[in-house]
């Protein structure tokens, strides 16, 4: 029987030393998967340190490639970049994607792929059960997970970590939504079907997630659904105003909805795309054309 391939996208930005813990990790879990054949796509995201990619002893991994973006766009663009990218050259696949950092287990993949094969055409996303931030960033979190739903009627507790058959990309990419978030791009777009998995710990460092991160992440995501949310603004507004007698609530509340509007319509002007040039946005490439 023919081994279906899987690729494993997987941004990063400088940290060279967490992705080849994670590769190894990849490459362990591997063992496990025989009607696969399993390919990384690295998208380096203009990386000012030198690339230093482990390949060799990878029993289980056929290939690693890299694509070098022309400048540093984040990890949300890269992730697009790169599914635009196997969109272009490759057909009839599985696709895993995951942070370089750890926190997305590599022992997740197997049973991520497992429901992929099984619903073609789902989206397989890793819902975390528990985070692991100080205690302000993880109530702050569930207050963007309330406020998300409460404009976008979606609950979007995943993140990039996700599975899915390449039938799925014309779905994650439609009208280039996946360049402001590719949780939104997903919950938006393609039927969803959630799995639950503890978070891992990171192999090195501390997270650099603060206030303005995850503030500039929530507003990315609700940005993909900036029609929904004017429509559900202007409820809001005529709900404020007929059940709010108290004008100083009223006045609050109708100046935080037009402030969240405001961001997000700027959020949205600012990362949104029009027509991708992926020869202009790729500095250098060692990927491979092939099915």
Not at 222 to 243: D, H, K, P, Q
Not at 270 to 289: A, G, Y
Request: hydrophobic share 45%; charged share 25%; with cysteine.
């Amino acid at each position: 029987m023919k081994k279906k391939l899987h690729v494993i996208l997987i941004p990063v930005f400088n940290d060279w030393k967490s992705l080849n813990r994670l590769i190894y990790e990849i490459n362990k879990e591997f063992k496990k998967l025989n009607n696969f054949q399993n390919e990384i796509l690295i998208v380096d995201d203009k990386s000012t340190k030198e690339r230093n990619t482990l390949n060799k002893n990878l029993k289980n991994i056929k290939k690693i490639s890299v694509i070098k973006l022309a400048k540093n766009s984040g990890s949300q663009k890269a992730i697009a970049i790169g599914l635009s990218y196997l969109r272009k050259y490759k057909k009839n696949f599985f696709i895993t994607v995951m942070d370089s950092d750890g926190e997305d287990k590599p022992s997740e993949i197997i049973k991520m792929l497992v429901e992929a094969k099984k619903f073609k055409g789902f989206v397989i996303t890793s819902n975390r059960k528990k985070r692991e931030e100080a205690f302000l960033i993880r109530f702050l979190y569930k207050i963007h997970l309330v406020l998300t739903f409460i404009f976008t009627f979606k609950w979007i507790s995943f993140g990039n970590f996700t599975s899915f058959h390449s039938q799925n990309l014309d779905n994650i990419l439609k009208k280039n939504n996946s360049w402001l978030a590719h949780s939104g791009a997903v919950a938006k777009n393609c039927k969803i079907k959630r799995l639950f998995a503890k978070r891992g710990k990171r192999y090195f460092d501390k997270s650099n997630l603060n206030l303005i991160n995850l503030i500039e992440h929530s507003l990315r995501v609700n940005a993909v659904f900036l029609e929904r949310i004017l429509v559900s603004s202007t409820i809001y507004f005529f709900v404020i105003n007929l059940f709010l007698f108290t004008s100083l609530l009223k006045t609050l509340s109708v100046g935080a909805l037009i402030i969240f509007l405001i961001l997000s319509i700027f959020v949205k002007k600012k990362h949104s795309v029009v027509n991708i040039d992926l020869d202009r946005l790729i500095e250098t490439s060692n990927f491979k054309n092939g099915k």
